[in-house]
Structure formats: C-alpha cells, structure tokens
C-alpha cells in the first residue's frame, strides 16, 4: 500500500491532536533533575518515560539524534525503539539528525531514515541545505517514495545562523530566500500541505522573508530558548497557520511526573491554538 505522504498527516496529526512538536533531548542536566544516572539506563528510562506519556497525544514527537548517539551503538539502540514505540502509539516521529553532505553521501542519509526498510526510518527528518540545496535531491526522492517529509534549515533559532542564512545570494536574495524558493518549488500542487518543510525559529522577531512554501514551518526556539507561543504571528505572519512549533527543555523539565508532561505540552498546544487564531 502506498503511504499517504507527510504533509497529509501531518496537516491532520495537527488538526487533531493540536499543533505541537515535542522534543525528546536527553541533555544529562535533564537525566540529573530527573533523578536518573547519565547513562543507558538514565537515557532509556528518560526516553520511555516521554514516549508513553505523550506519543499517545501530541502530534510530533522530535528526538535529537545527538543525545542518543553521545552513547555510541546502546544509545542508538533507545533511540531505534522509541521511534518505533512512538509510531505505533500514533505521534509522527520528526528525526532532528540536520544531516548535510555531498549528494552522493547524502543517499546513505536517505536510506538511513527515510527508507521503509531501516530500523531508523522515521516520518520525516531535519537537514542543513547549505551544501547547496541541489545535494538533498537523494533525500527529497526518498521521501517521495515512502511518503515520508524533510525538514529544510532556512533561518535557525540561534543568533550565528544569521552571518550566513541571511547573507546575499548570487542573484540578490538572501541566500534562506533562496532555500525557501527551492521548497516552494518542491511542493508546488501539493494539497493540503506540501512534504518539505521549512525550519524557521520562533525567537526571530520577525521572519523578514517570504515563508509561502506551502509546506510545513517548524518553529523551535519556545520555552528554554525565550519564544513564547504569542511570538508566532510577529515571525511568521499570514504563514502562521503551518507553523509547527516545537518545544523540548520547556516540556521535558517537567518531568519525570508523566501528568507534569502532559499538562505543560497541553499547555503549550492551547496557547499556539490561541496565538494562531488571533494572528
Ligand atoms: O531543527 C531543529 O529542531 C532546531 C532548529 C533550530 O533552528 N533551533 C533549534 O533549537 N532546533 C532544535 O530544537 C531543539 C530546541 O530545544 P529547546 O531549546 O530545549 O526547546 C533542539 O533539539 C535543537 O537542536
């Protein structure tokens, strides 16, 4: 059977389970407040713990590849099962991995997460175009295949992305335009919401540049990072409708309490249902 392709469930995970996107990053200081050991056993316990509470509810869970890889195979072994725990509990699986290379090499990243067959597949996954946007083409095939999505970085959270994201192209544009053209051009048709996402931070004020991709938006950067939820409609204007916000540390401390991470995830997904209507 063919996968319906992401941005059709994903447009209907948000619809129905709100516009949320959870972080699963395992920072040690979390495992610590968490009264866990910063081990396997701390990491599985965090991971479990946050996949059982919220995979049932939210409509994307995120993890970090970086925080299960820090434990080399063991910590990839976690990171396998909770995507599949988290599939089968209903969440789309976002893999942060914001993998980036050579065309060529980028193939093995395709197959690694966006192919049926790999015990790390996921429902989509970041990555970094600044090799050229042309080197993701393995990556934006193989989520056509198997209905999976990619997530693009344009303009990131952090205050250093802004020296090269927002630096002038060849043709004039700054050069996250141009990224943006490109998925725009990917999802031209696609209804109700193309399968190329944009990256874009919650905490830039105001975006400045013209986010119509007609494809999904991520937005992290709320909670630990300073966003709040009423900061959307002042970066991402009109757009603000395919923004999918995402949060981790603002989440997670609330942990280990199961109910402590449902509530501040419902939280969250209340005031983004809020924000968008008034914007
Ligand atoms: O692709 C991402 O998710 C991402 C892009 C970006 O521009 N900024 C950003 O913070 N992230 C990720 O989003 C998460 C933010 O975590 P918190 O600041 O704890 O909510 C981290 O896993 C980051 O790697």
Same mark, same amino acid.
């Given at each position: 059977m063919t996968q319906e392709p992401f941005g059709a469930r994903l447009r209907r995970a948000m619809d129905t389970r709100g516009p949320l996107c959870v972080g699963i990053d395992p920072h040690a200081s979390l495992l610590t407040s968490w009264g866990l050991n910063d081990d396997v056993a701390g990491l599985e316990r965090f991971t479990r713990t946050v996949v059982e509470a919220l995979a049932g509810r939210v409509a994307v869970l995120k993890p970090q590849s970086a925080f299960f890889e820090r434990f080399g195979s063991r910590g990839i072994a976690v990171l396998e099962k909770a995507v599949e725990e988290a599939r089968a509990a209903g969440a789309l699986v976002l893999m942060d991995a914001k993998r980036g290379d050579i065309g060529s090499t980028m193939g093995a990243y395709a197959a690694t997460y *966006?192919?049926?067959? +790999? !015990? =790390?597949?996921?429902?989509a996954v970041t990555v970094s175009?600044? =090799?050229?946007? /042309?080197? *993701?083409r393995p990556a934006l095939d193989a989520a056509e295949i198997s209905g999976s999505g990619v997530f693009v970085l344009a =303009? &990131? +959270?952090? !205050? #250093?992305g802004a020296e090269v994201q927002r630096a002038t192209a060849a043709d004039g544009r700054p050069l996250a335009q141009l990224m943006l053209d490109h998925m725009a051009a990917e999802n #031209? @048709?696609? &209804? !109700? =919401? @193309? +399968?190329v996402g944009a990256v874009v931070g919650a905490t830039l004020g105001d975006a400045g540049v013209d986010l119509a991709i007609n494809g999904p938006l991520l937005a992290p950067g709320i909670g630990a990072q300073g966003? &709040?939820?009423?900061d959307l409609p002042g970066v991402f204007g009109d757009a603000v409708r395919d923004v999918l916000p995402s949060v981790s540390r603002g989440v997670l401390r609330? /942990? !280990?309490?199961a109910a402590g991470l449902r509530e501040a995830a419902e939280r969250f997904a209340d005031e983004v249902r809020a924000a968008v209507s008034d914007g």
């Open positions: *966006l192919d049926k067959d +790999s !015990p =790390l597949f996921s429902d175009p600044y =090799l050229g946007f /042309g080197s *993701l =303009l &990131t +959270s952090n !205050p #250093e #031209e @048709g696609a &209804t !109700p =919401l @193309g +399968s966003a &709040t939820p009423a609330h /942990g !280990p309490d």
